[in-house]
């Protein structure tokens, strides 16, 4: 059957595993307290990682390409999130943030197969070009909106037309 994997429900084991990644939480939690109590914020990274990692699941099981997205997006925030917190680069957060989804769009065009991802990959790279050139103090603030704007607008133009054509 479609819907099992050996003879367990694929909903079972999503239950099962929603069951595990809730234990792990409020374990993290516990440690967060008694062991990392100066990092303030580790709770929210350990619960996106985790709700990440249960939407891929879901994902991979149902064919659901939006929960695919936005569980690599979550992961990643997850994961960036411990690692700008452990190595003290939190002025770098939105160059973390435009990362994680510019590689969840990228991800999402290699397992889904949809070309609009790749388009958001695109735009969302040199974007991040040109944010990373701005925090490493190379471009000026004026330089970097600038071309951020114009590759939205680009993004919009491209996203548009393809609708328009499509639908011919």
Request: charged share 10%; glycine share 4%; with cysteine.
């Amino acid at each position: 059957m479609r819907g099992r994997i050996g003879n367990i429900k694929k909903s079972k084991i999503l239950s099962i595993v929603l069951l595990f990644f809730l234990l792990v939480f409020v374990t993290f939690i516990v440690l967060n307290i008694i062991l990392f109590n100066e990092y303030k914020t580790l709770w929210f990274y350990a619960f996106s990682t985790l709700t990440g990692l249960y939407e891929i699941l879901k994902s991979r099981f149902f064919k659901l390409d939006s929960a695919f997205y936005f569980g690599m997006a979550i992961f990643l925030i997850g994961i960036s999130g411990f690692i700008f917190s452990f190595t003290n680069t939190l002025e770098f957060l939105s160059v973390y943030l435009l990362s994680d989804f510019a590689l969840a769009s990228l991800l999402s065009f290699f397992v889904c197969g949809q070309k609009f991802h790749l388009i958001i990959f695109y735009s969302l790279f040199f974007v991040l070009i040109f944010q990373l050139l701005y925090k490493l103090n190379l471009i000026t603030f004026a330089i970097s909106i600038a071309i951020s704007l114009s590759f939205l607008l680009l993004l919009i133009v491209i996203t548009t037309v393809s609708f328009l054509c499509s639908r011919k």
